[in-house]
C-alpha cells in the first residue's frame, strides 16, 4: 500500500475522531454528528475503490435501499423510541460483524494467517453475542419483552456452560476445514446467539444503560476484530474508537450506580459503599402546612415562594413527550428572578444521555445542565425539587434500605429540600420494581397524572397568579420602602466601597447579608477593582467579617448579572457605580468601567451623604426613580435595614364585629 493510501486513511481516521469530540455538548453535537457520517462516507468510499467492488448497480441499488431504510426509520422514530433505536442499531453493528466475518472464515479462496483466523473467530462470536443481546435489550426498552429481569434456574452455570462451548466450537472451527468448518460456523453462530441472549436476558431495571454501554463496546470490538481479518486499518480504527468509548461509558455508568460489572451481569453482590454526596441523615427542612385537598395549589404557591428550584427529569418525563412544557415552566420561573437548575442522574432514561438529548430537543439552556456529582451537594439547601418522571434515581430506598436493585445506587437527594414536588404518572415503583419512599415524605406534594399535562397546569397556575401588589411608595420612609424592597427581592447583589470601611460597617453588612439568605434569598458581593484605597481592600474587610469568599465576585464576573437582579445594596461605594462614568464625557472616571447597580430592579445606597466620591463627579443614580436614598452612617443605616428585615411583619387585623 502506498504512502498516499496511508496518508488518506489517516486523514479519514483524524475526521471520525475530529467528529466524536463534538459529541462532549449538545451544541456541537449536530455538527459532530455530520462530520462523522462525513468520515464514513470517505471510508466506505475508499473500500469500495480500492478493492474495485462489483457490480457498480449491484452496490448502488444496495446504498439507496439502505439510505431509504434508514432515512425511513429516522423520520418516523420519536425520542421515546430512541433508547430502542439505540440498542437495536448497535445490534446492526453486530450482525454486520459477524457475516462478514463468517465470509471471510468459509472463503475457499482465502489464505488468512492464525492471526486472520483468530480474529474473525473472535469478531464472529463477539459479533453474534452483540446481535442477540442487542435485539433483547431493544426489545425490553421498546416494551415487547418483559423489562424486568429474567433469572434462568443456575443462571450463572448456564453463562458458563455456553461460553465453553462457544471456546470448544471456535477451537474446532479453527482447527476444521471444507464443510465440516462450516457446519461448526454455523454452530457457533447458534451458540453465540443463544450465550447474548441468555446474557442480555437477565439485565433490567436501572441497569439498562449499563448494558446498553457494554454492547455498544461490543459492537466496536466486533468491528475491530474483522478489520484485521480484512486487513482494513479503518475499520480497526473506527471499531477500537467505538470500542474504547463504550468501555469508559460502561465504566462511568457502573461508578454512577454504585456497582461493578460483575454485580451488574453476573449478579455477585459487591459490598455497597456509601453514596458520595449523599447522605441518608440529612436533617429534614420543616415541611410547608399541607393541602391535602388541593395539592395543585399547593405546588403552586411552594414554586410562587421558592427562591431556588432544581428540576430532576426521567424517563416519564420522555414517555409524557413533556420535556418542552418543563423547560417552558423552567423559563418562566427565571421570569420571577429564581434560580433554576436541572439535575441530570446518569442512569435517568433508558440509555446514557437520554436527558440531555430530551432537554436539547426543547432548546433548555446546556449551562444549567448539571451531573449528579456536582450538583447533589445543593439539594439541601434548595427550596424546592421538582421531580418530572423521575423515581428509582430520586428514590431514598436505594440509601435507606438494603438488598434491593437500587441498594448503593447513589441519587440525588430530592428528599433533602425544602418541599419535593412530583409529576409522575402513577405511584407505582419505577423500573427497578422498588417502591419509592420519597412518596412518603411530609415534604412531598404528589401530583399524579401525565406529566406533560401536570407541568402545563403548574405552568398556567404560576403564570395566572396575581402579581405582587407594589409596595406603596413611602417618600416619607425611605427605610421602610428599602426593608419592602429587601424582603420582596430574590436576588441581591451587595456593593461595597470604602464609606464602608470608614464607618466599620463591614460587620453588619455581611450579618445583614447572612439574614437574608436565611429568607432563601440569592446574595452575592461584587467588588469593583478599585473599591476602596489600595488593591484588595474590601476582599480584606469582608475576610475580617467572615464573609463567604465563594460569594465575592470580581466585576468581569458579575456585571452581566445586575440587569437581573431585584435589588443592589451600595455601602459606602460611589464612583464604582456612578451612571456619569458612561454617560458623560470629559470627567475624571469617564469611560471607567462601573458596576452597574442602575440596571437592577431597585438600588439601596447606604452612603454617609449625597456629595461626589473621591473623584469629585457629581453621581447620577442619586436621581433615579429606582433608587431609595439612606444617608448618614452605613454602619446604623444596615443595622436598621436588618432590624426591620427580621422584625415579623404585622399581621393583619382581625375583622371588627359589629355587635361587640
Not at 431556588?308 to 427529569?313: D, W
Not at 475576610?543 to 459606602?572: N, R
Not at 453621581?619 to 446604623?636: M, S, V
Request: hydrophobic share 55%; net charge negative; proline share 6%.
Amino acid at each position: 500500500m502506498s504512502f498516499f493510501d496511508v496518508l488518506i486513511d489517516v486523514a479519514i481516521i483524524i475526521l471520525l475522531i475530529v467528529g466524536i469530540a463534538q459529541f462532549r455538548a449538545p451544541r456541537g453535537a449536530r455538527l459532530g454528528n455530520g462530520i462523522a457520517a462525513v468520515a464514513l462516507a470517505a471510508a466506505i468510499a475508499v473500500v469500495l475503490v480500492r478493492n474495485n467492488v462489483a457490480p457498480w448497480p449491484l452496490v448502488a441499488g444496495t446504498f439507496v435501499v439502505g439510505a431509504a431504510l434508514g432515512i425511513w426509520v429516522a423520520v418516523r422514530v420519536t425520542m421515546i423510541q430512541i433508547p430502542a433505536l439505540v440498542a437495536f442499531q448497535h445490534g446492526a453493528g453486530g450482525v454486520a460483524a459477524f457475516l462478514v466475518a463468517f465470509v471471510e472464515l468459509t472463503r475457499t479462496t482465502a489464505e488468512l494467517t492464525t492471526l486472520g483466523v483468530v480474529s474473525g473467530l473472535v469478531g464472529l462470536v463477539v459479533g453474534a453475542a452483540t446481535f442477540s443481546g442487542s435485539l433483547i435489550a431493544s426489545g425490553k426498552l421498546a416494551g415487547k419483552l418483559k423489562q424486568r429481569p429474567t433469572v434462568l434456574p443456575a443462571h450463572n452455570l448456564v453463562l458458563l456452560s455456553l461460553a465453553l462451548l462457544v471456546v470448544a466450537a471456535g477451537i474446532g472451527a479453527g482447527l476444521a476445514s471444507g464443510g465440516l468448518a462450516i457446519l461448526i460456523l454455523a454452530l457457533l453462530v447458534a451458540l453465540s446467539t443463544t450465550l447474548g441472549v441468555v446474557f442480555a436476558v437477565r439485565i433490567g431495571g436501572a441497569d439498562m444503560p449499563v448494558l446498553i454501554s457494554f454492547l455498544n463496546a461490543t459492537a466496536g470490538v466486533a468491528a475491530a476484530f474483522v478489520g484485521v481479518v480484512i486487513e482494513s486499518r479503518l475499520l480497526i480504527a473506527a471499531g477500537a474508537t467505538v470500542a474504547s468509548s463504550g468501555s469508559i461509558l460502561t465504566a462511568v455508568m457502573c461508578t454512577s450506580m454504585n456497582r461493578s460489572l460483575l454485580n451488574v451481569f453476573v449478579g455477585i453482590k459487591a459490598a455497597a459503599t456509601p453514596s458520595p454526596g449523599v447522605p441518608s441523615a440529612a436533617p429534614a427542612a420543616p415541611a410547608a402546612p399541607a393541602r391535602a385537598d388541593d395539592p395543585l395549589a399547593q405546588a403552586v404557591a411552594a414554586l410562587r415562594e421558592a427562591s431556588s428550584v432544581i428540576v430532576v427529569p426521567g424517563y416519564g418525563m420522555a414517555q409524557a413527550h413533556a420535556q418542552f412544557a418543563v423547560v417552558g415552566l423552567a423559563e418562566a420561573l427565571e421570569r420571577q428572578h429564581k434560580q433554576v437548575r436541572f439535575a441530570v442522574h446518569p442512569v435517568a432514561g433508558r440509555m446514557p444521555g437520554h436527558m440531555h438529548v430530551l432537554l436539547a430537543e426543547a432548546e433548555a439552556d446546556y449551562e444549567k445542565l448539571f451531573e449528579m456529582k456536582d450538583i447533589a451537594d445543593d439539594f439541601a439547601t434548595t427550596d424546592v425539587v421538582l421531580v418530572v418522571g423521575a423515581c428509582d434515581v430520586v428514590n431514598p430506598a436505594a440509601v435507606e434500605s438494603q438488598g434491593t436493585p437500587i441498594s448503593g445506587m447513589p441519587i440525588l437527594p430530592a428528599h433533602q429540600a425544602g418541599r419535593v414536588i412530583v409529576c409522575n404518572l402513577d405511584e407505582k415503583p419505577g423500573y427497578s420494581g422498588v417502591p419509592n419512599t420519597l412518596y412518603d415524605n411530609e415534604k412531598a406534594i404528589l401530583l399524579f397524572g401525565d406529566a406533560k399535562q401536570t407541568v402545563g397546569e403548574l405552568l398556567s397556575g404560576l403564570e395566572a397568579a396575581p402579581a405582587a401588589p407594589a409596595a406603596p411608595a413611602l417618600a416619607d420612609d425611605p427605610l421602610a420602602q428599602a426593608v419592602a424592597a429587601l424582603r420582596e427581592a430574590s436576588s441581591v447583589i451587595v456593593v461595597p466601597g470604602y464609606g464602608m470601611a470608614q464607618a466599620h460597617a463591614q460587620f453588619a453588612v455581611v450579618g445583614l447579608a447572612e439574614a437574608l439568605e436565611r429568607q432563601h434569598k440569592q446574595v452575592r458581593f461584587a467588588v469593583h477593582p478599585v473599591a476602596g484605597r489600595m488593591p484588595g481592600h474590601m476582599h480584606v474587610l469582608l475576610a475580617e467579617a467572615e464573609a463567604d469568599y465563594e460569594k465575592l465576585f470580581e466585576m468581569k464576573d458579575i456585571a452581566d448579572d445586575f440587569a437581573t437582579t431585584d435589588v443592589v445594596l451600595v455601602v459606602g461605594a460611589c464612583d464604582v457605580v456612578n451612571p456619569a462614568a458612561v454617560e458623560s464625557q470629559g470627567t475624571p472616571i469617564s469611560g471607567m468601567p462601573i458596576l452597574p447597580a442602575h440596571q437592577a430592579g431597585r438600588v439601596i445606597v447606604c452612603n454617609l451623604d449625597e456629595k461626589p466620591g473621591y473623584s469629585g463627579v457629581p453621581n447620577t443614580l442619586y436621581d433615579n426613580e429606582k433608587a431609595i436614598l439612606l444617608f448618614g452612617d452605613a454602619k446604623q443605616t444596615v443595622g436598621e435595614l436588618l432590624s426591620g428585615l427580621e422584625a415579623a411583619p404585622a399581621a393583619p387585623a382581625a375583622p371588627a364585629r359589629a355587635d361587640g
